[in-house]
Protein backbone atom coordinates (compact mmCIF):
# COMPACT_ATOMS: atom_id res chain seq x y z
CA UNK A 1 0.00 0.00 0.00
CA UNK A 2 1.50 3.79 -0.84
CA UNK A 3 1.19 6.06 2.17
CA UNK A 4 1.36 8.98 1.89
CA UNK A 5 1.10 12.48 4.50
CA UNK A 6 1.35 12.47 8.70
CA UNK A 7 0.22 8.66 9.66
CA UNK A 8 0.84 6.90 13.14
CA UNK A 9 2.91 4.43 11.22
CA UNK A 10 1.51 1.18 10.37
CA UNK A 11 -0.94 0.99 13.27
CA UNK A 12 -3.49 2.22 11.42
CA UNK A 13 -5.79 1.00 8.38
CA UNK A 14 -4.52 -2.98 8.65
CA UNK A 15 -6.08 -3.09 12.45
CA UNK A 16 -8.61 -2.92 10.58
CA UNK A 17 -8.58 -5.27 7.82
CA UNK A 18 -7.69 -2.37 4.92
CA UNK A 19 -4.15 -3.32 3.96
CA UNK A 20 -5.30 -3.74 0.56
CA UNK A 21 -6.16 -0.39 -0.52
CA UNK A 22 -4.12 0.59 -3.32
CA UNK A 23 -2.89 4.40 -1.58
CA UNK A 24 -3.63 5.93 1.56
CA UNK A 25 -3.78 9.85 2.19
CA UNK A 26 -3.24 10.84 5.53
CA UNK A 27 -4.09 14.26 7.01
CA UNK A 28 -4.24 15.83 3.52
CA UNK A 29 -5.06 19.70 4.18
CA UNK A 30 -7.39 22.41 2.80
CA UNK A 31 -5.31 22.73 -0.53
CA UNK A 32 -4.44 19.50 -1.34
CA UNK A 33 -7.91 17.88 -1.02
CA UNK A 34 -9.83 20.68 -2.91
CA UNK A 35 -7.50 20.58 -5.56
CA UNK A 36 -8.02 16.85 -5.30
CA UNK A 37 -12.24 17.11 -5.46
CA UNK A 38 -12.04 19.47 -8.47
CA UNK A 39 -9.13 17.22 -10.58
CA UNK A 40 -11.77 14.19 -9.89
CA UNK A 41 -14.83 16.19 -11.25
CA UNK A 42 -16.57 16.27 -7.11
CA UNK A 43 -17.18 19.94 -7.28
CA UNK A 44 -16.50 23.70 -8.72
CA UNK A 45 -14.97 26.62 -6.95
CA UNK A 46 -17.17 29.30 -6.71
CA UNK A 47 -15.92 32.83 -6.79
CA UNK A 48 -15.97 33.19 -3.04
CA UNK A 49 -13.43 30.47 -2.81
CA UNK A 50 -15.82 27.99 -1.42
CA UNK A 51 -15.91 24.14 -3.03
CA UNK A 52 -19.54 23.55 -4.14
CA UNK A 53 -20.85 20.19 -4.05
CA UNK A 54 -23.89 17.94 -4.96
CA UNK A 55 -25.04 15.24 -2.32
CA UNK A 56 -26.44 13.32 -5.28
CA UNK A 57 -30.14 11.50 -4.48
CA UNK A 58 -30.26 12.07 -0.96
CA UNK A 59 -30.16 15.68 0.15
CA UNK A 60 -31.10 14.93 4.19
CA UNK A 61 -30.60 12.42 6.68
CA UNK A 62 -31.30 9.20 6.45
CA UNK A 63 -32.80 8.41 10.06
CA UNK A 64 -34.46 4.80 8.99
CA UNK A 65 -31.85 3.55 7.45
CA UNK A 66 -29.76 3.87 11.04
CA UNK A 67 -28.64 0.92 13.37
CA UNK A 68 -26.56 0.21 16.25
CA UNK A 69 -25.12 -2.96 16.53
CA UNK A 70 -27.10 -5.38 19.29
CA UNK A 71 -24.21 -7.22 21.54
CA UNK A 72 -23.56 -7.29 24.93
CA UNK A 73 -22.41 -4.48 25.88
CA UNK A 74 -25.16 -2.89 24.50
CA UNK A 75 -27.63 -4.82 25.38
CA UNK A 76 -28.93 -3.19 28.60
CA UNK A 77 -27.74 0.58 27.66
CA UNK A 78 -29.84 0.84 23.90
CA UNK A 79 -33.50 2.75 24.34
CA UNK A 80 -34.15 0.07 21.28
CA UNK A 81 -37.02 0.97 19.06
CA UNK A 82 -38.00 2.79 16.07
CA UNK A 83 -35.38 5.38 16.47
CA UNK A 84 -32.59 3.10 17.58
CA UNK A 85 -32.90 0.39 15.40
CA UNK A 86 -30.65 -3.13 15.80
CA UNK A 87 -28.41 -4.95 13.98
CA UNK A 88 -26.67 -8.03 14.61
CA UNK A 89 -23.23 -9.08 15.06
CA UNK A 90 -23.30 -11.14 12.19
CA UNK A 91 -25.41 -8.86 9.69
CA UNK A 92 -22.47 -6.35 10.67
CA UNK A 93 -19.93 -8.39 10.15
CA UNK A 94 -21.15 -9.73 6.98
CA UNK A 95 -21.55 -6.06 5.45
CA UNK A 96 -18.12 -4.94 6.63
CA UNK A 97 -16.47 -8.17 5.29
CA UNK A 98 -18.11 -7.05 1.63
CA UNK A 99 -17.37 -3.36 2.15
CA UNK A 100 -13.31 -4.51 2.85
CA UNK A 101 -14.02 -6.13 -0.72
CA UNK A 102 -15.33 -3.12 -2.44
CA UNK A 103 -12.80 -0.84 -0.66
CA UNK A 104 -9.64 -3.26 -1.91
CA UNK A 105 -7.47 -1.73 -4.68
CA UNK A 106 -9.19 2.16 -3.84
CA UNK A 107 -7.44 5.27 -2.96
CA UNK A 108 -8.46 6.50 1.06
CA UNK A 109 -8.05 9.48 2.04
CA UNK A 110 -7.82 9.44 6.32
CA UNK A 111 -8.28 12.26 8.44
CA UNK A 112 -7.29 11.39 12.29
CA UNK A 113 -10.09 14.20 14.24
CA UNK A 114 -10.84 14.88 17.79
CA UNK A 115 -14.57 15.48 18.64
CA UNK A 116 -14.84 17.27 22.23
CA UNK A 117 -13.10 20.85 22.76
CA UNK A 118 -12.75 19.82 26.29
CA UNK A 119 -9.58 17.75 26.59
CA UNK A 120 -10.93 15.76 29.78
CA UNK A 121 -13.56 14.46 27.54
CA UNK A 122 -12.16 14.50 24.36
CA UNK A 123 -12.38 11.73 21.91
CA UNK A 124 -10.32 10.93 19.05
CA UNK A 125 -12.03 9.58 15.82
CA UNK A 126 -10.46 8.73 12.71
CA UNK A 127 -12.55 9.42 9.28
CA UNK A 128 -12.14 7.44 6.51
CA UNK A 129 -13.16 8.71 2.78
CA UNK A 130 -13.47 7.90 -0.94
CA UNK A 131 -14.01 11.27 -2.22
CA UNK A 132 -12.04 14.47 -1.29
CA UNK A 133 -14.48 16.61 -0.35
CA UNK A 134 -15.93 14.02 2.39
CA UNK A 135 -12.38 14.52 3.89
CA UNK A 136 -12.48 17.37 3.59
CA UNK A 137 -16.21 17.73 5.03
CA UNK A 138 -14.46 16.19 8.46
CA UNK A 139 -11.87 18.38 8.29
CA UNK A 140 -14.00 21.48 8.73
CA UNK A 141 -16.75 20.16 11.47
CA UNK A 142 -13.86 18.46 14.03
CA UNK A 143 -11.46 19.55 15.70
CA UNK A 144 -8.18 19.14 13.91
CA UNK A 145 -4.88 17.91 16.73
CA UNK A 146 -1.57 19.83 16.36
CA UNK A 147 0.16 18.47 13.44
CA UNK A 148 3.38 17.53 15.38
CA UNK A 149 0.74 14.88 17.86
CA UNK A 150 -0.63 13.18 14.51
CA UNK A 151 1.38 10.40 14.49
CA UNK A 152 1.15 9.67 18.22
CA UNK A 153 -3.12 9.54 17.59
CA UNK A 154 -4.95 6.72 18.46
CA UNK A 155 -8.83 6.85 17.57
CA UNK A 156 -11.17 5.48 19.82
CA UNK A 157 -13.62 5.14 16.77
CA UNK A 158 -13.19 5.00 12.61
CA UNK A 159 -15.65 5.85 10.48
CA UNK A 160 -15.63 4.79 7.15
CA UNK A 161 -17.65 6.64 4.44
CA UNK A 162 -18.27 4.30 1.27
CA UNK A 163 -21.02 6.23 -0.50
CA UNK A 164 -20.86 3.75 -3.55
CA UNK A 165 -20.95 0.45 -1.40
CA UNK A 166 -24.46 -0.68 -0.89
CA UNK A 167 -26.21 -2.91 1.53
CA UNK A 168 -28.89 -6.09 0.23
CA UNK A 169 -31.71 -6.08 2.54
CA UNK A 170 -32.34 -9.47 1.98
CA UNK A 171 -29.48 -11.06 2.74
CA UNK A 172 -27.82 -7.56 5.35
CA UNK A 173 -31.44 -7.26 6.91
CA UNK A 174 -31.33 -3.74 5.88
CA UNK A 175 -33.98 -1.76 5.10
CA UNK A 176 -32.79 -0.17 2.06
CA UNK A 177 -29.00 -0.13 0.26
CA UNK A 178 -28.48 2.65 2.62
CA UNK A 179 -27.15 1.93 5.61
CA UNK A 180 -25.69 3.79 9.15
CA UNK A 181 -24.36 1.63 11.29
CA UNK A 182 -22.78 1.98 14.69
CA UNK A 183 -20.78 -0.29 16.47
CA UNK A 184 -19.81 0.35 19.83
CA UNK A 185 -18.20 -3.24 20.61
CA UNK A 186 -15.60 -2.90 17.31
CA UNK A 187 -15.25 0.96 17.64
CA UNK A 188 -16.17 1.30 13.94
CA UNK A 189 -19.18 3.24 12.03
CA UNK A 190 -20.07 1.99 8.74
CA UNK A 191 -22.02 4.55 6.30
CA UNK A 192 -23.01 3.26 3.28
CA UNK A 193 -25.10 3.60 0.16
CA UNK A 194 -25.81 7.46 0.61
CA UNK A 195 -23.42 10.72 -0.13
CA UNK A 196 -24.89 13.01 2.37
CA UNK A 197 -22.24 14.40 4.46
CA UNK A 198 -24.91 15.11 7.41
CA UNK A 199 -24.33 11.04 8.31
CA UNK A 200 -20.71 11.22 9.11
CA UNK A 201 -21.64 14.46 12.02
CA UNK A 202 -24.41 12.87 13.23
CA UNK A 203 -22.75 9.61 13.64
CA UNK A 204 -20.24 11.42 15.72
CA UNK A 205 -22.80 12.93 17.84
CA UNK A 206 -24.68 9.53 18.36
CA UNK A 207 -21.61 8.18 19.68
CA UNK A 208 -20.71 10.89 22.18
CA UNK A 209 -24.84 11.10 23.20
CA UNK A 210 -24.16 7.13 24.23
CA UNK A 211 -20.91 7.17 25.61
CA UNK A 212 -21.16 10.78 27.75
CA UNK A 213 -23.77 10.41 30.52
CA UNK A 214 -21.07 7.51 31.85
CA UNK A 215 -18.99 10.16 32.61
CA UNK A 216 -21.07 12.47 33.90
CA UNK A 217 -21.61 14.95 30.95
CA UNK A 218 -25.30 16.34 29.28
CA UNK A 219 -24.75 15.79 25.83
CA UNK A 220 -26.80 18.37 23.91
CA UNK A 221 -28.09 19.39 20.71
CA UNK A 222 -27.46 22.85 20.98
CA UNK A 223 -25.70 25.99 19.85
CA UNK A 224 -24.15 27.87 22.29
CA UNK A 225 -22.79 31.41 22.89
CA UNK A 226 -21.18 34.09 25.71
CA UNK A 227 -21.79 37.49 26.46
CA UNK A 228 -19.88 39.55 28.63
CA UNK A 229 -18.70 38.71 32.11
CA UNK A 230 -18.79 35.15 30.52
CA UNK A 231 -22.88 34.85 30.46
CA UNK A 232 -23.40 31.77 28.55
CA UNK A 233 -26.93 31.13 27.06
CA UNK A 234 -27.93 27.34 25.18
CA UNK A 235 -29.62 27.31 22.15
CA UNK A 236 -32.24 24.07 21.65
CA UNK A 237 -33.59 22.96 18.66
CA UNK A 238 -34.32 20.75 15.70
CA UNK A 239 -32.30 21.78 12.07
CA UNK A 240 -34.38 25.05 11.27
CA UNK A 241 -35.66 26.22 14.12
CA UNK A 242 -32.68 29.11 13.96
CA UNK A 243 -29.61 27.27 16.63
CA UNK A 244 -26.89 28.27 14.30
CA UNK A 245 -28.42 31.46 13.21
CA UNK A 246 -29.32 33.05 16.24
CA UNK A 247 -25.98 31.78 18.05
CA UNK A 248 -24.26 33.90 15.73
CA UNK A 249 -24.73 37.23 16.95
CA UNK A 250 -21.72 40.05 16.50
CA UNK A 251 -22.41 41.27 20.59
CA UNK A 252 -21.72 37.66 21.75
CA UNK A 253 -18.99 34.92 21.02
CA UNK A 254 -19.83 31.61 19.70
CA UNK A 255 -19.19 28.76 21.25
CA UNK A 256 -20.42 26.59 18.80
CA UNK A 257 -23.49 26.08 16.26
CA UNK A 258 -25.16 22.68 17.27
CA UNK A 259 -23.35 19.97 19.68
CA UNK A 260 -22.23 20.46 22.80
CA UNK A 261 -21.47 19.04 26.44
CA UNK A 262 -22.44 20.21 29.96
CA UNK A 263 -19.98 18.69 32.43
CA UNK A 264 -19.24 19.96 36.12
CA UNK A 265 -16.75 22.62 34.65
CA UNK A 266 -19.26 24.11 32.24
CA UNK A 267 -19.98 23.70 28.89
CA UNK A 268 -18.13 22.52 25.65
CA UNK A 269 -18.29 21.82 21.91
CA UNK A 270 -17.93 18.59 20.20
CA UNK A 271 -17.07 20.17 17.37
CA UNK A 272 -14.63 22.48 15.95
CA UNK A 273 -17.19 23.82 12.80
CA UNK A 274 -20.18 24.65 11.81
CA UNK A 275 -22.64 23.12 9.62
CA UNK A 276 -25.48 25.80 8.62
CA UNK A 277 -28.58 25.79 6.46
CA UNK A 278 -27.65 28.90 3.93
CA UNK A 279 -31.07 28.74 2.04
CA UNK A 280 -31.87 32.33 1.44
CA UNK A 281 -28.60 33.45 3.21
CA UNK A 282 -27.78 36.80 3.04
CA UNK A 283 -25.65 39.38 4.21
CA UNK A 284 -28.31 41.56 5.82
CA UNK A 285 -29.68 38.91 7.97
CA UNK A 286 -27.27 36.68 8.38
CA UNK A 287 -23.75 38.63 7.86
CA UNK A 288 -21.87 36.18 10.27
CA UNK A 289 -22.31 33.07 8.16
CA UNK A 290 -22.05 34.72 4.66
CA UNK A 291 -19.06 36.13 5.86
CA UNK A 292 -18.06 32.59 6.77
CA UNK A 293 -18.35 31.54 3.27
CA UNK A 294 -14.54 31.76 1.76
CA UNK A 295 -12.27 29.66 0.93
CA UNK A 296 -12.26 25.66 2.40
CA UNK A 297 -15.66 26.24 2.79
CA UNK A 298 -17.98 23.24 1.36
CA UNK A 299 -21.77 24.29 0.28
CA UNK A 300 -23.69 21.26 0.02
CA UNK A 301 -26.36 21.61 -3.12
CA UNK A 302 -26.32 25.30 -3.42
CA UNK A 303 -27.18 26.56 -6.63
CA UNK A 304 -23.91 27.83 -8.74
CA UNK A 305 -23.58 29.36 -12.06
CA UNK A 306 -20.96 27.16 -13.85
CA UNK A 307 -19.76 29.97 -15.83
CA UNK A 308 -19.78 33.14 -13.44
CA UNK A 309 -19.38 30.99 -10.30
CA UNK A 310 -21.59 32.96 -8.65
CA UNK A 311 -24.10 31.60 -5.96
CA UNK A 312 -27.64 31.52 -5.54
CA UNK A 313 -28.52 30.95 -1.95
CA UNK A 314 -32.56 31.67 -3.11
CA UNK A 315 -32.47 28.70 -5.36
CA UNK A 316 -34.26 25.23 -4.07
CA UNK A 317 -33.89 23.29 -7.31
CA UNK A 318 -32.07 20.62 -5.37
CA UNK A 319 -32.86 21.19 -2.07
CA UNK A 320 -33.98 23.75 0.73
CA UNK A 321 -31.59 22.04 2.60
CA UNK A 322 -28.67 23.54 1.64
CA UNK A 323 -26.13 23.52 3.72
CA UNK A 324 -22.42 25.41 4.58
CA UNK A 325 -19.34 23.55 6.31
CA UNK A 326 -17.08 25.94 7.79
CA UNK A 327 -14.57 26.49 10.98
CA UNK A 328 -15.79 28.04 13.43
CA UNK A 329 -13.49 30.57 14.01
CA UNK A 330 -14.26 32.02 10.51
CA UNK A 331 -17.43 33.69 12.58
CA UNK A 332 -16.05 36.74 14.01
CA UNK A 333 -16.06 36.16 17.77
CA UNK A 334 -15.96 32.97 18.09
CA UNK A 335 -14.21 31.53 21.34
CA UNK A 336 -11.40 29.25 20.94
CA UNK A 337 -11.45 26.36 22.27
CA UNK A 338 -14.90 26.20 22.30
CA UNK A 339 -15.01 26.23 26.30
CA UNK A 340 -17.33 28.19 28.60
CA UNK A 341 -18.85 28.20 31.75
CA UNK A 342 -21.92 27.21 33.32
CA UNK A 343 -25.32 28.86 31.47
CA UNK A 344 -27.12 31.64 32.91
CA UNK A 345 -29.80 31.15 30.20
CA UNK A 346 -31.70 28.26 28.12
CA UNK A 347 -33.56 28.83 25.16
CA UNK A 348 -36.21 26.20 23.97
CA UNK A 349 -36.27 27.22 19.86
CA UNK A 350 -39.36 25.74 17.56
CA UNK A 351 -40.52 26.36 14.47
CA UNK A 352 -44.48 26.29 15.24
CA UNK A 353 -46.50 25.47 11.99
CA UNK A 354 -49.41 26.36 13.43
CA UNK A 355 -48.56 29.82 14.60
CA UNK A 356 -50.08 29.07 18.09
CA UNK A 357 -47.37 29.52 20.41
CA UNK A 358 -46.13 32.57 21.55
CA UNK A 359 -42.83 34.36 20.11
CA UNK A 360 -41.45 34.39 23.83
CA UNK A 361 -42.43 32.82 27.06
CA UNK A 362 -40.57 31.91 30.49
CA UNK A 363 -40.63 28.35 31.66
CA UNK A 364 -40.99 27.13 35.32
CA UNK A 365 -38.96 24.55 35.43
CA UNK A 366 -41.39 21.86 35.10
CA UNK A 367 -42.39 22.97 31.76
CA UNK A 368 -38.83 23.20 31.35
CA UNK A 369 -38.98 19.37 32.05
CA UNK A 370 -42.43 19.26 29.76
CA UNK A 371 -40.94 20.87 26.61
CA UNK A 372 -37.67 19.13 26.89
CA UNK A 373 -39.14 15.60 27.12
CA UNK A 374 -41.97 17.01 24.01
CA UNK A 375 -39.32 18.87 21.69
CA UNK A 376 -41.81 20.50 19.28
CA UNK A 377 -40.91 21.72 16.24
CA UNK A 378 -42.21 21.69 12.66
CA UNK A 379 -39.72 19.32 10.51
CA UNK A 380 -38.98 21.81 7.55
CA UNK A 381 -38.74 20.43 3.73
CA UNK A 382 -35.39 18.69 2.88
CA UNK A 383 -33.81 18.16 6.07
CA UNK A 384 -34.72 14.10 6.02
CA UNK A 385 -35.89 11.98 2.94
CA UNK A 386 -39.64 11.65 2.09
CA UNK A 387 -40.41 15.00 3.54
CA UNK A 388 -42.34 17.37 1.58
CA UNK A 389 -42.95 20.92 1.08
CA UNK A 390 -45.12 21.72 3.88
CA UNK A 391 -43.42 21.47 7.11
CA UNK A 392 -44.54 18.73 9.40
CA UNK A 393 -45.51 19.17 13.01
CA UNK A 394 -42.93 16.69 14.98
CA UNK A 395 -42.31 15.83 18.18
CA UNK A 396 -38.82 14.88 19.01
CA UNK A 397 -37.75 13.99 22.71
CA UNK A 398 -35.00 15.92 24.04
CA UNK A 399 -34.68 18.40 20.34
CA UNK A 400 -32.92 15.23 18.97
CA UNK A 401 -34.20 12.35 19.76
CA UNK A 402 -32.53 10.39 16.45
CA UNK A 403 -29.47 10.86 17.91
CA UNK A 404 -30.44 9.49 21.57
CA UNK A 405 -28.67 5.62 22.20
CA UNK A 406 -30.38 6.16 25.27
CA UNK A 407 -33.37 6.85 26.27
CA UNK A 408 -35.08 10.30 26.65
CA UNK A 409 -35.30 9.97 30.51
CA UNK A 410 -31.70 9.94 31.15
CA UNK A 411 -30.85 13.07 29.21
CA UNK A 412 -34.08 14.99 30.47
CA UNK A 413 -32.60 14.40 34.00
CA UNK A 414 -29.48 14.87 33.98
CA UNK A 415 -30.13 18.31 32.34
CA UNK A 416 -33.09 19.10 34.89
CA UNK A 417 -30.59 18.49 37.64
CA UNK A 418 -27.95 20.72 35.75
CA UNK A 419 -30.65 23.78 35.60
CA UNK A 420 -31.31 23.47 38.89
CA UNK A 421 -27.57 23.00 40.28
CA UNK A 422 -27.24 26.36 38.44
CA UNK A 423 -30.48 28.24 38.43
CA UNK A 424 -30.45 28.41 34.98
CA UNK A 425 -33.55 30.42 33.39
CA UNK A 426 -35.19 28.78 30.41
CA UNK A 427 -37.14 30.74 27.30
CA UNK A 428 -39.35 28.87 25.04
CA UNK A 429 -38.98 30.76 21.20
CA UNK A 430 -41.58 30.23 18.37
CA UNK A 431 -39.01 31.42 14.83
CA UNK A 432 -42.10 29.64 13.09
CA UNK A 433 -45.47 31.03 12.13
CA UNK A 434 -47.59 34.21 13.36
CA UNK A 435 -50.97 35.62 12.06
CA UNK A 436 -52.03 32.38 10.65
CA UNK A 437 -50.96 28.50 10.44
CA UNK A 438 -48.06 27.98 7.44
CA UNK A 439 -49.73 28.82 4.53
CA UNK A 440 -52.39 31.37 5.90
CA UNK A 441 -49.71 33.44 8.26
CA UNK A 442 -46.32 34.54 8.21
CA UNK A 443 -42.78 33.48 9.44
CA UNK A 444 -41.47 35.28 12.46
CA UNK A 445 -39.57 38.12 11.22
CA UNK A 446 -35.81 37.49 12.38
CA UNK A 447 -34.94 40.66 13.77
CA UNK A 448 -37.88 40.84 16.10
CA UNK A 449 -37.00 37.01 17.27
CA UNK A 450 -33.51 38.51 17.69
CA UNK A 451 -34.34 40.94 19.80
CA UNK A 452 -36.27 38.66 22.25
CA UNK A 453 -33.52 36.27 22.17
CA UNK A 454 -31.26 39.15 23.24
CA UNK A 455 -33.77 40.50 25.92
CA UNK A 456 -34.07 37.06 27.29
CA UNK A 457 -30.70 36.10 27.47
CA UNK A 458 -29.13 39.62 29.16
CA UNK A 459 -31.20 39.81 31.51
CA UNK A 460 -33.75 42.72 30.05
CA UNK A 461 -36.81 40.51 30.82
CA UNK A 462 -35.94 39.53 34.52
CA UNK A 463 -38.37 42.36 35.93
CA UNK A 464 -40.96 42.12 33.15
CA UNK A 465 -44.90 41.21 33.98
CA UNK A 466 -46.04 38.54 32.41
CA UNK A 467 -49.50 37.11 31.76
CA UNK A 468 -49.74 33.09 31.41
CA UNK A 469 -51.27 31.92 27.97
CA UNK A 470 -54.84 30.22 28.45
CA UNK A 471 -54.00 26.84 26.94
CA UNK A 472 -50.15 26.31 27.30
CA UNK A 473 -49.95 28.31 30.45
CA UNK A 474 -46.70 29.61 29.65
CA UNK A 475 -45.37 33.26 30.86
CA UNK A 476 -45.93 35.57 27.91
CA UNK A 477 -43.99 38.89 28.54
CA UNK A 478 -46.36 42.19 27.66
CA UNK A 479 -43.38 44.32 27.18
CA UNK A 480 -40.02 43.01 25.25
CA UNK A 481 -37.22 46.16 24.04
CA UNK A 482 -37.49 46.71 20.16
CA UNK A 483 -40.50 44.12 19.70
CA UNK A 484 -44.30 46.22 18.79
CA UNK A 485 -46.24 44.66 21.67
CA UNK A 486 -48.77 43.09 19.67
CA UNK A 487 -46.13 40.75 18.57
CA UNK A 488 -45.88 39.18 22.03
CA UNK A 489 -49.74 38.02 21.59
CA UNK A 490 -50.10 35.06 19.25
CA UNK A 491 -53.92 35.36 19.88
CA UNK A 492 -54.18 39.08 18.81
CA UNK A 493 -52.18 38.07 15.43
CA UNK A 494 -55.20 36.72 14.23
CA UNK A 495 -56.76 38.22 11.69
CA UNK A 496 -60.01 35.55 13.58
CA UNK A 497 -59.17 34.82 17.37
CA UNK A 498 -61.74 32.09 17.48
CA UNK A 499 -59.60 30.35 14.47
CA UNK A 500 -56.73 31.00 17.01
CA UNK A 501 -58.30 29.22 19.94
CA UNK A 502 -59.33 26.38 18.37
CA UNK A 503 -55.92 25.74 16.17
CA UNK A 504 -54.27 26.11 19.91
CA UNK A 505 -56.66 23.69 21.55
CA UNK A 506 -55.58 21.16 18.50
CA UNK A 507 -52.28 21.67 19.69
CA UNK A 508 -52.27 21.16 22.67
CA UNK A 509 -54.22 17.72 22.42
CA UNK A 510 -50.98 16.55 19.90
CA UNK A 511 -48.99 17.81 23.01
CA UNK A 512 -50.62 15.75 25.63
CA UNK A 513 -51.19 12.71 22.82
CA UNK A 514 -47.56 12.92 22.34
CA UNK A 515 -46.93 12.74 26.05
CA UNK A 516 -49.05 9.86 26.58
CA UNK A 517 -45.68 7.35 25.76
CA UNK A 518 -44.07 8.85 28.51
CA UNK A 519 -44.23 6.68 31.45
CA UNK A 520 -43.30 7.55 35.36
CA UNK A 521 -43.27 11.15 34.53
CA UNK A 522 -44.27 13.11 37.99
CA UNK A 523 -47.30 14.36 38.88
CA UNK A 524 -45.36 18.29 38.58
CA UNK A 525 -44.46 17.66 35.14
CA UNK A 526 -47.25 16.17 33.49
CA UNK A 527 -49.40 19.37 35.62
CA UNK A 528 -46.86 21.26 33.41
CA UNK A 529 -48.13 20.73 30.21
CA UNK A 530 -51.17 22.66 27.93
CA UNK A 531 -54.48 22.78 29.56
CA UNK A 532 -57.20 19.90 28.43
CA UNK A 533 -60.64 19.87 27.13
Known amino acids: ?84 QELSEQQFEGIYARLLEFLADKELLVQDLVAGADPEYALPIRVITLMAWHSLFARQLFIRPQRGTLAAHHPNFTIIFAPGFVCDPRRDGTRSET ?25 VFTILNYLLPGNGVVPMHCSANMGDHGRVALFFGL ?12 HRRLIGDDEHGWSDR ?24 Y ?42 NALIPGVGGHPSDVVFLTADAFGVLPPVAKLTPEQAMYHFLSGYTAKLAGTERGLGKEPQAAFSACF ?15 LGDKLRAHRASVWLVNTGWTGGAFGAGHRMNLAYTRAMVTAAIEGELAGVPTEPHPI ?62
Not at 400 to 414: D, I, N
Open 472 to 533: FKVRVPVFCPGVPSEILNPRAAWPDAGAYDHAARELAARFRKNFEKFDGVSAEVLAAGPAGG
Open 291 to 332: NAIRYGVVLENVVIDPDTRRLNFDSEEYTENTRAAYRVHFVD
Open 1 to 84: MHVTGVSPAKQGLEQIGLNKAAAAYWNLGTAHLVERAIRHNEGLLSGRGALVVRTGQFTGRSPKDKYIVREAGTESGIHWGSVN
Open 179 to 203: CIAINFKRRLVVIAGTCYAGELKKS
Open 400 to 414: GEPFLPRHPFEYAKM
Open 239 to 250: SGTGKTTLSADR
Open 266 to 289: GVFNFEGGCYAKCIRLSRDAEPQI
